[in-house]
Nanobody, 124 residues
Framework: VQLQASGGGLVQPGGSLRLSCAAS????????IGWFRQAPGKEREGVSC????????YYADSVKGRSTISRDNAKNTLFLQMNSLKPEDTAVYYC??????????????????WGQGTQVTVSS
């Protein structure tokens, strides 16, 4: 089971990025998937998740209205579209898979498999 996050980079405030999370060794649609982030000196926090059972989604208040999580089952890939980025969005972003596919949670301990992170830096 492997998850590969990509799509991070340096963007100006107000800009957009689309993060990708490619899965290998398992079918992404069989798991609930979440995006997390960790800023320097801070704990890892949940950003968004999508369940497998009904496609329900959930967003942290910090990104609600600015981000959209989606999945492309044909490509076995998850996406996180982030708009109106702010300096406080700067962090390493991780994707993770939860074997309890019906769940959509934002707690680190709920997830079984983690990808390596991708750095997002929002700065002028």
């Amino acid at each position: 089971v492997q998850l590969q996050a990509s799509g991070g980079g340096l963007v100006q405030p107000g800009g957009s990025l689309r993060l990708s999370c490619a899965a290998s060794g398992f079918t992404l649609d069989d798991y609930a998937i979440g995006w997390f982030r960790q800023a320097p000196g801070k704990e890892r926090e949940g950003v968004s998740c999508i369940s497998s059972s009904d496609g329900s989604t959930y967003y942290a208040d910090s990104v609600k209205g600015r981000s959209t999580i989606s999945r492309d089952n044909a490509k076995n890939t998850l996406f996180l579209q982030m708009n109106s980025l702010k300096p406080e969005d700067t962090a390493v972003y991780y994707c993770a898979a939860d074997q309890l596919y019906w769940r959509c949670g934002l707690k680190v301990y709920e997830y079984d498999y983690w990808g390596q992170g991708t750095q997002v830096t929002v700065s002028s």
